[in-house]
């Protein structure tokens, strides 16, 4: 093993020294199934507050403050993406071609946080937390988690009373683990805007500032011998542009900006390309 990647090794433990592998804990869902029995509404998944739910999460030990649900994958992508495995072209070998990758050596630090998507499962913890992965998706997660970067937890909004298959994801840039993860000034925003820049292959940043409603992005990724087109539409009226119920509001907004703005990026996936049959 390389010295850096050593030393990087050597730095995350510390910070991963009580935590544990997600695959084997019960605090996560259990989501690896296919979705046949999916009722995709027209927009590509159902609203969650209309049923109960929230487009915040609840994070643990601060109240019930939460972190916004700020982009949607649709139910209308293809069917493989929404299988939440690598193989076979699905979900994590898509978030791989974006360039989030699961955390370091396989651990998780901390308690989950949960969402309710109105699908009739009520509060329910994150599927999985992944971590921009700084061109490795092997090590590069470890990085992330010493100098901070962009991030997401995910869930799947398939209870029975909502099965859309859609994947709602908290996105933010968060601060290096010497300021305990807090998130950037306006990061809830900009994770998001600099996730779908990823996931569509600007050449630029995304100005967070111009984002209307109907906003619209679109482009290609690979990973894995699988090339996905992304394409994204901004959305209003789902989630608030506000700073209630909103955790690390301080940080992340001031008296002229709110912590969220109330856009919510809506990514449709389609495979355009796979390996050839063996």
Request: hydrophobic share 35%.
């Amino acid at each position: 093993m390389a010295p850096t990647s050593l030393t990087l090794l050597l730095l995350c433990a510390p910070a991963l020294s009580f935590a544990f592998d997600p695959r084997a804990s019960s605090r996560y869902s259990n989501t690896l199934r296919r979705r046949d029995d999916r009722n995709v509404p027209p927009a590509g998944f159902y609203d969650p507050t209309t049923a109960g739910g929230s487009m915040l999460t609840v994070a643990p030990n601060t109240g019930g403050l939460g972190e916004p649900l700020n982009v949607i994958v649709s139910g209308h992508s293809d069917p493989i993406v929404l299988v939440d495995q690598q193989d076979a072209g699905g979900l994590r070998n898509y978030f791989l071609s974006v360039g989030f990758a699961a955390e370091c050596l396989g651990q998780h630090a901390g308690d989950a946080q949960t969402a309710n998507l109105g699908d009739g499962k009520g509060q329910v913890n994150e599927t999985s937390e992944l971590r921009w992965d700084y061109g490795d998706p092997q090590l590069g997660t470890c990085t992330e988690t010493i100098k901070g970067g962009n991030h997401f937890r995910y869930w799947i909004q398939d209870g029975s009373k909502a099965n859309s298959g859609a994947i709602f994801m908290a996105t933010s840039y968060e601060k290096p683990i010497q300021d305990g993860h807090d998130i950037v000034f306006n990061g809830y925003n900009l994770g998001r805007d600099w996730l779908v820049g990823n996931a569509t292959a600007q050449k630029s940043l995304i100005p967070t500032a111009n984002i209307t409603n109907g906003t619209t992005y679109s482009g290609q990724t690979s990973f894995g011998g699988y090339t996905y087109k992304t394409n994204v539409v901004y959305l209003s009226g789902i989630l608030s542009n506000s700073s209630t119920g909103v955790n690390h509001d301080q940080s992340v907004g001031n008296k002229n900006t709110l912590p969220v703005d109330g856009y919510v990026a809506v990514m449709t996936i389609s495979v355009v390309s796979k390996p050839a049959a063996t």
